[in-house]
């Protein structure tokens, strides 16, 4: 399973000038409503904001990865976000997030965003690749730093 089957381009914001954990999630969500991707972007974003509420999604080192099954989504998505500024994220460390790995994933498919949560929670410990994303200008850079990430060590 390879994290380029679930993100490309269209899904990549680079250098995202927001000032909360909300306002980020609601940037993507918000965009993944822009192209289509789910029907409506409330009902995402209120599962997300649940999920933060219940226990953080920042994992540390300032990495996030806020995710939520929805029944407006089908399949699974992933959103990446390089962030203009690190921001709170409420993250286990205390220390401010500067990328973000948003996951929305059907209801119908558990399994599928396991394995897809399992795929970025491998790839955001290889050093290079955070440098690669924490570089990145465009979001030709960001997939190319996945693309990269995955044939090198998978």
């Known amino acids: 399973m390879k994290l380029l089957n679930f993100t490309g381009p269209d899904l990549v914001l680079t250098r995202l000038a927001v000032e909360s954990r909300e306002e980020c ?3 993507m969500v918000d965009r993944l409503a822009e192209l289509g991707k789910i029907t409506e972007g409330e009902p995402l974003y209120r599962e997300l904001v649940s999920r933060e509420e219940v226990e953080t999604t920042g ?3 300032g990495i996030a ?3 939520a099954r929805s029944q407006i989504v089908v399949g699974s998505l992933v959103m990446v976000a390089t962030l203009d500024r690190p921001i709170a994220f409420n993250a286990v460390d205390d220390e401010p997030v500067d990328l ?4 929305a994933g059907s209801r119908d ?3 599928q965003q396991l394995r897809v949560l399992a795929r970025i929670s491998k790839l955001v410990r290889i050093d290079s690749f955070l440098r690669g994303l924490r570089s990145a ?3 030709a850079d960001v997939i190319a730093a996945i693309r990269e990430a995955e044939a090198s060590h998978f």
């Not at 973000?100 to 996951?103: A, G, K, R, S, T």
């Open 109 to 111: 498919l558990p399994g």
């Open 59 to 61: 994992i540390g080192g």
């Open 137 to 139: 200008e465009t979001p």
């Open 25 to 27: 999630l609601r940037v």
């Open 65 to 67: 990865i806020p995710h």
């Open 100 to 103: 973000v790995f948003l996951l």
